[in-house]
Structures are given as structure tokens and as C-alpha cells.
T-cell receptor
Framework: KAGVTQTPRYLIKTRGQQVTLSCSPI?????VSWYQQTPGQGLQFLFE???????NKGNFPGRFSGRQFSNSRSEMNVSTLELGDSALYLC?????????????FGEGSRLTVL | DAKTTQPNSMESNEEEPVHLPCNHS???????IHWYRQLPSQGPEYVIH???SNVNNRMASLAIAEDRKSSTLILHRATLRDAAVYYC??????????????FGQGTRLTINP
């Protein structure tokens, strides 16, 4: 069974540009969540989707957005990139929607903003 | 969000047991205790979770204090592959916002050969 797939794995952008990251969850998983990981702030929750609906959002500016498609694949977008957006962006999927379901994480997309 | 407190780092030797502590004095009655770990250059990986009783799986054991204000993750026989950052996380067993994990700084575990 394939794991969570994130693309691209690495990318470099410049300030002011925008970026779209993609996440394909494990087959059959309908919950997808996104996290940002930086050395200073650690792992921080961005948002969570279930059945194409955003169910929860972390404390990030409106430049960070996401969506989920009918096949459960998800994308996140960051507009008007800033240097501080350089981070590892992790996607996780889960089969269950309660607090008991194990989250399966991808290997992440490492974004560098110059 | 209920908070957890873990030591910043711990060190152990290969093939010895490791006890990773976690304090969660503000835990609520419906919070489950979850442990994840993150190996270098990888996303976090689920280890174990429990509510009140001690739990065992193929990776580790979870010992939960009777008052649930603390817990200990036990690696019975550490290997070099167990070197990682270990996160103790409280999760409410609810649907809304269930996928939001609140990660602390975790414990960086070093295993000596």
C-alpha cells in the first residue's frame, strides 16, 4: 500500500512568488491535514480537510490556503512568499475522523524562499 | 490545547531499555495520549496511543499514571534506528479538529552504539 505522497520534494522560490504543493493521501483515507515545520517554531498545524471541506485552520495568515478534491488529494498554496515561509511542509492523512485515528505523514516538501 | 512537557534530550545505549517521560497535568478526561516520533529527514511516525490503561505494541509500551497527569513511553531494547525526536501529544476523541496535532518541542533521543 503506497504511503502519503507529496510533490514536489524540494523547491526554491523568490520573495513575492506563489507556490502550490500537492499531497496524495493513502488510498481510502479521506482526512488530510497540513503542517509547517521550521527550526524555530517546530511543527505547526496549518489546516485540515475532510470530504473537500476545511474543518479546522491553524493560526496562519490568509496567504496560506488549501483545498481538497473529490478524490481526497489536497493542495496547499502560499501566495506572496516571504523569507520566513522557508520550511518543510508536511501532509498527513488518516482514515478516521475522530481523535483516535493514526496520522500517516508524507516525507514533506522542502520550500526555500530566497 | 492541553500542554505536554518533555525533556529536551535523552541519551541511551544500544540494546538497553529507554524510558521517555511526559507530563500532562492539564489533561482532560477525554484526551488520549499519543506518541509520534520523527526520524531524521522524515515525516513524523505514529508510535502508540492510550487513554487510561497501559498499552503495548510491536514498537513500544505506554505506561500511564493512575491520575493520567503523566505517562512514559518505553522502548524495551533500543536500536540505532530509534534515534529520533519523540513527541508526546494529547488528542481529544472528537470529530471536529481531530487531525490537529499540537506538537511541543519533543525529546531528542540519542542512541550510543
Amino acid at each position: 500500500k503506497a504511503g502519503v505522497t507529496q510533490t514536489p520534494r524540494y523547491l526554491i522560490k523568490t520573495r513575492g512568488q506563489q507556490v502550490t504543493l500537492s499531497c496524495s493521501p493513502i488510498s481510502g483515507h479521506r482526512s488530510v491535514s497540513w503542517y509547517q515545520q521550521t527550526p524555530g517554531q517546530g511543527l505547526q498545524f496549518l489546516f485540515e480537510y475532510f470530504s473537500e471541506t476545511q474543518r479546522n485552520k491553524g493560526n496562519f495568515p490568509g496567504r496560506f490556503s488549501g483545498r481538497q478534491f473529490s478524490n481526497s488529494r489536497s493542495e496547499m498554496n502560499v501566495s506572496t512568499l516571504e523569507l520566513g515561509d522557508s520550511a518543510l511542509y508536511l501532509c498527513a492523512s488518516s482514515q478516521r475522523t475522530s481523535g483516535l485515528g493514526e496520522l500517516f505523514f508524507g516525507e514533506g516538501s522542502r520550500l526555500t524562499v530566497l | 490545547d492541553a500542554k505536554t512537557t518533555q525533556p529536551n534530550s535523552m541519551e541511551s545505549n544500544e540494546e538497553e531499555p529507554v524510558h521517555l517521560p511526559c507530563n500532562h497535568s492539564t489533561i482532560s478526561g477525554t484526551d488520549y495520549i499519543h506518541w509520534y516520533r520523527q526520524l531524521p529527514s522524515q515525516g513524523p511516525e505514529y508510535v502508540i496511543h492510550g487513554l487510561t490503561s497501559n498499552v503495548n505494541n510491536r514498537m513500544a509500551s505506554l505506561a500511564i499514571a493512575e491520575d493520567r497527569k503523566s505517562s512514559t513511553l518505553i522502548l524495551h531494547r533500543a536500536t540505532l534506528r530509534d534515534a529520533a525526536v519523540y513527541y508526546c501529544i494529547l488528542r481529544a476523541a472528537i470529530i471536529q479538529g481531530a487531525q490537529k496535532l499540537v506538537f511541543g518541542q519533543g525529546t531528542r533521543l540519542t542512541i550510543n552504539p
